[in-house]
């Protein structure tokens, strides 16, 4: 199989963080509805969860299936963020033969590794860092369940 | 002079190909190829990369008189 690819990448939304879920401090149970609902004083934004830096941060589109070990799946958005230096360990975002692809990073004693977790791709090897391109560091997979 | 204009400071960003680069950050594969970027409507050059200005491509020239030269990219 190829390597993943990064897809389509765009900006994330300027709007104004978006309140979307309430952290209850309830769990969910069958039948009696808790009286602690009426004391709900901690909204969750996902723009102040997820995202660090707006400026610098873009979804891209996974494409292929090369990293699924590493818990992204083919289609799954991604967050990507720019001008965040990559440490061992992170899954970036590099150009490779004209390509934003989907890697981890391996920084290792005197070689750096640009690996695809699924094995069957070749590693791509250098000497520095700063001999690849690395577009971006991924934060987030966002997975869709149903 | 207040102290405080005289501690300005201005920055000036150039950028190589303005519009070019910009394309080729979110596209790296229109790198080390002629790109040109046109305008609205008129789809006329704004920005030429360096391949296309060493094609010959002036600021300004309209696309359709450059569409013949162009192979197919997309």
Known sequence: ?146 | MTAEAKHRLIALIDVNSFFVSCERVFDPGLRDNPVVVLSNNDGCVVARSNEAKAMGIEMGQPWFKLAPRAPSYW
């Open chain 1, 1 to 146: 199989m190829g390597s993943m690819l990064a897809l389509h990448p765009r900006p994330v939304s300027p709007a104004e963080a978006t309140t979307l879920l309430s952290a209850a401090p309830v769990s969910v149970a069958c039948g009696f509805p808790s009286p602690a609902q009426d004391y709900v004083t901690e909204t969750l934004s996902l723009d102040e969860r997820l995202i660090r830096d707006k400026e610098a941060t873009f979804i891209v589109e996974a494409s292929g299936s090369s990293m699924v070990d590493a818990g992204i799946s083919d289609g799954d958005p991604l967050l990507v963020e720019k001008g965040r230096t990559p440490e061992h360990g992170d899954i970036v975002v590099a150009v490779l033969n004209g390509e934003l692809t989907i890697k981890r990073l391996h920084v290792g004693r005197g070689a750096v590794v640009l690996r695809s977790e699924s094995g069957t791709h070749p590693d791509i090897v250098v000497d520095e860092l700063s001999e690849l391109t690395i577009w971006g560091v991924v934060t987030w997979s966002l997975h869709r369940v149903r």
